[in-house]
Structure formats: C-alpha cells, structure tokens
Nanobody
Framework: EVQVVESGGGSVQAGGSLTLSCAAS????????MGWFRQAPGKEREVVAT???????VYTDSVKGRFTLSVHNEKNTLYLQMSSLNPEDTAMYYC?????????????????????WGQGTQVTVSS
C-alpha cells in the first residue's frame, strides 16, 4: 500500500549540489515518518535525515549544515537538498517510510524502523 520512488541522483564534482526527490502519496506523507538513507560500497546503510508529519527534522552529524530535508505536500514529494558535496557523500540514496500509524517516528536512528523503501538513486561525487 505504501510506495515511494526516488529520483534525482547523478554525478557531480566536489563542492557541487544535487537535489533528490521522493514521490509518495499525500496520505503517506501525512501519516508516516519519512527518511533519507544512504549506503556506500562496503558500508552499512545509515540514516541521513528524518522528518515527522509535523515537519520536525533530525540530521546525522556528517550532513548537518549541508543537507536539507523538506516536504512539498502539493507535489506529493519529499526532497533532500544537498550542497557542498564531498566524495565521502558518494552512495546509493534511499527514501523510506516507517510503519507507524500516527506519523511520528518510531526511531530517528534505526534503519530497521523503516518498513517501506524505494529502489534507490545513485549519487557520485568526484574530486
């Protein structure tokens, strides 16, 4: 029932910017905690940022001040605006929704708290 689809990945030089998009239903965006995640080769998947139905966001330390998570409800889209990108940001990026029914996050830090995942979009940052 819950489906999310990511887009917007690509290749960019260090210091550049990219904006990722996650398409979801209006109901999903209003009723679930949403998050962006990433997984680099040889690394475990990690939380990048999360947002609850009230728009309250939490970012992992490595992206604070550089990434911005937002929701545009009229476009049924969750965004991840990324700036000052570094090669260490290279990863497959995923959008996901948790299974909570109230729209508040079951966990802001546990990847396994998120039950509904998109297919991923690749971000590659070159020096």
């Amino acid at each position: 029932e819950v489906q999310v689809v990511e887009s917007g990945g690509g290749s960019v030089q260090a210091g550049g910017s990219l904006t990722l998009s996650c398409a979801a239903s209006t109901y999903t965006l209003r009723s679930h905690c949403m998050g962006w995640f990433r997984q680099a080769p040889g690394k475990e998947r990690e939380v990048v940022a999360t947002i609850d139905k009230d728009g309250d966001t939490v970012y992992t330390d490595s992206v604070k001040g550089r990434f911005t998570l937002s929701v545009h409800n009229e476009k049924n889209t969750l965004y991840l605006q990324m700036s000052s990108l570094n090669p260490e940001d290279t990863a497959m990026y995923y959008c996901a929704a948790d299974e909570g029914v109230g729209g508040y996050c079951l966990s802001r830090v546990r990847v396994d708290a998120f039950a509904y995942w998109g297919q991923g979009t690749q971000v590659t940052v070159s020096s």
